[in-house]
């Protein structure tokens, strides 16, 4: 079964967190990794081909971004399902396995994720959720508002169809992304996890959220104190829009972002 799957690893700067992810990778049995590093200036490049000789290294020149990266390994993979992994993640056999039997139980499904686990043990948030419509901002804000949480419930264990799911941890079907195009390119980080979710829907293609399958993601933190993140946090929702969904429906948006952000920093 793992043997119909490649790995894909885009890293910039995390030679620890990589190390760490490849050996636990390594008990999974026949997978193909591939690491696309991003011109890494912490040694991660020399430490992957000092320790994982197995491991098919791809060395950027600049940081090129999460999408153009990915679909570098994507393009450099030679298996029938894609597993992209994030840096600062753990996996086990069992957790691989359970994604792949989904694909396979499922000849509807594009794209599946599991749970995604904090380091103490708590579900991430935003490990899956609902596409960025703006009746759904306004939901997600006027809940965060009264209540202090989030609109989906990150402890379900219920396998179900979502809209998209975190590509911190998803399997995505090759015939699908042949079907409907990898990653997009314009989006350096942010919502290229959701835009190519919403073009396997569109497509006819199903994407799950399988929580029966729990992986670590350490590095699940908040963008918040990151100006930088921020930014192209922002960046990322407004092209977003402007591919998706009407000029209006943007000009609302930029105009709804300026209280929300003022909102934000108090």
């Not at 609902?130 to 009264?146: E, K, M, N």
């Amino acid at each position: 079964m793992l043997d119909d799957l490649s790995v894909i690893i885009a890293n910039w700067n995390s030679a620890t967190l990589l190390k760490d992810c490849l050996t636990s990778l390594q008990a999974c049995g026949p997978v193909e990794v591939i690491v696309v590093d991003n011109a890494s200036s912490d040694g991660s490049a020399e430490m992957v081909e000092r320790q994982f000789t197995s491991v098919k290294l791809i060395r950027n020149a600049i940081n090129l971004g999460f999408a153009r990266a990915s679909n570098q390994g994507i393009a450099a993979a030679a298996r029938r399902y894609v597993l992209l992994l994030n840096s600062d993640t753990l996996v086990d056999p069992g957790a691989l396995s359970g994604l792949v039997e989904l694909l396979e139980e499922r000849p509807d499904a594009g794209a599946v994720a599991p749970r995604l686990l904090q380091s103490n043990g708590e579900p991430q948030p935003f490990a899956f959720g609902s596409d960025p419509t703006l009746a759904y901002l306004l939901r997600r804000t006027l809940v965060r508002i009264v209540s202090g949480r989030g609109v989906h419930d990150w402890r379900t264990n219920r396998t179900r169809a979502v809209d998209w799911v975190s590509g911190a941890c998803m399997l995505l079907r090759r015939r699908a992304l042949e079907e409907v195009g990898v990653l997009d390119e314009n989006i350096f980080m942010y919502f290229e996890d959701n835009e190519l979710c919403l073009r396997l829907r569109k497509a006819g293609w199903k994407v799950y959220y399988h929580p029966k399958v729990e992986i670590i993601h350490r590095g699940g933190g908040s963008r918040r104190n990151d100006a930088e993140a921020n930014r192209a946090y922002y960046r990322s929702l407004d092209y977003f829009y402007a591919k998706h969904y009407t000029r209006l429906a943007r000009f609302v948006l930029r105009a709804g972002l300026i209280p929300y952000r003022r909102l934000l920093r108090r």
